[in-house]
């Protein structure tokens, strides 16, 4: 398969890529030429340039994401997308055709095994907004069969707490190794703990193909970020509302993820905090400020009434937890706040100069 980046010389079963450059170097940070290992194919995303402000980024074609609508091997009847190149944003899609590209061939990594292995897995259509359920507001006692009732969600999320960085206590490594076992759906790991420098690395071991830790508990953020993306797993960074991005801002290359906390982290169902507003619009800045391809996760209070205004601010992945398990039809909760929050930005300022 080509990329921008190159040719995909390899393929490994947790859905990581080595590239070959036109310099003939392999490659791993997002379209550059350094020496390393590209972050899961399932990360990767771009949009084609706006047709207007007005009217949001390019639609891509939901029909162009699937193999069927690449035309095969040679890359012939790619659709509206010729001649550009197509990633997708979904949590488990892999990159697909490029302009000038050998083929535009199809690649799709491995669908069983530990979390970090499957996250490339299943096709679905496309999206620009990933929607994450949090099982802290499941119940406990049916995990498996909660995971289940939401397979269609990008992501579940799962709290892990200390009861010292928060004052709540919820579960550890071994729950998160089994959910892993009874879920297609990869894992989104928040750890609100103390010593994340020691602790993080294990939930990838334990099946997480994403694992946040917090900016206010690492001793070495850039290292841990560093660490976990070494052990197959996307990183992410998070941010309680007190504590400002901006002091963070060298550190945003490290990350594949975000995450700007919405309430005070340590206990579901809490009320939305409009002040964050501002600090998600920062954050988006940044990001385009660096041409960076980082998501922007929100987590806290995320329902049908505060989806909309996440994403304008410059939001695009979303934890839920009440908004979906409190839900009659938690799969069709998932499915609502996802069409609200790609409506949104469809025509949002932000994705439109990304």
Not at 52 to 78: F, I, K, N, T, V
Not at 128 to 148: V, W
Not at 215 to 239: D, H, Q, T
Request: proline share 8%; glycine share 10%; charged share 25%.
């Amino acid at each position: 398969m080509t990329t921008p980046g190159g040719l995909v010389t390899a393929v490994g079963p947790s859905g990581w890529a080595r590239y070959e450059s036109p310099r003939g170097a392999a490659t791993a940070s997002p379209w550059t030429r350094e020496t390393r290992i590209h972050p899961p194919l399932r990360g990767l995303r771009t949009r084609e340039p706006c047709a207007s402000r007005a009217g949001g980024p390019r639609d891509l074609g939901r029909a162009a994401a699937r193999p069927e609508a690449s035309g095969g091997p040679d890359g012939a009847g790619r659709g509206p997308s010729e001649g550009k190149h197509r990633t997708v944003l979904n949590a488990r899609f892999v990159v697909t055709g490029v302009p000038g590209g050998a083929g535009g061939a199809e690649e799709r990594a491995a669908s069983s095994g530990s979390g970090a292995e499957k996250c490339a897995g299943a096709w679905q259509s496309w999206h620009m907004a990933q929607i994450n359920p949090s099982i802290l507001s499941a119940d406990f006692a049916r995990l498996a069969e909660e995971a289940k009732a939401v397979e269609g969600a990008d992501w579940l999320h799962v709290d892990v707490m200390d009861n010292h960085f928060v004052p709540n206590l919820t579960l550890g490594v071994p729950v998160v190794e089994s959910l892993s076992r009874a879920t297609d759906t990869p894992l989104d790991c928040h750890l609100m703990m103390e010593d994340p420098d020691r602790w993080a690395p294990q939930y990838v071991e334990a099946g997480a193909g994403s694992v946040t830790f917090h900016a206010e508990a690492a001793a070495a953020p850039v290292r841990l970020a560093r660490e976990i993306r070494a052990k197959g797993a996307r990183a992410a960074m998070a941010l309680k509302p007190a504590t400002p991005v901006e002091p963070y801002e060298d550190l945003l290359p490290e990350l594949d993820m975000l995450l700007v906390m919405t309430v005070e982290p340590g206990f579901g169902g809490q009320a939305f905090l409009d002040i964050m507003l501002p600090k998600i619009r920062r954050t988006r800045e940044l990001i385009n400020k660096h041409g960076l391809e980082l998501w922007l996760q929100v987590d806290g209070g995320v329902s049908e009434s505060t989806i909309e205004r996440c994403a304008e601010a410059g939001a695009d992945v979303f934890v839920a937890g009440s908004a979906v398990y409190g839900a009659e039809d938690p799969a069709q909760a998932v499915r609502t706040l996802r069409e609200q929050a790609d409506r949104t930005i469809a025509s949002a300022p932000w994705a439109c100069n990304h």
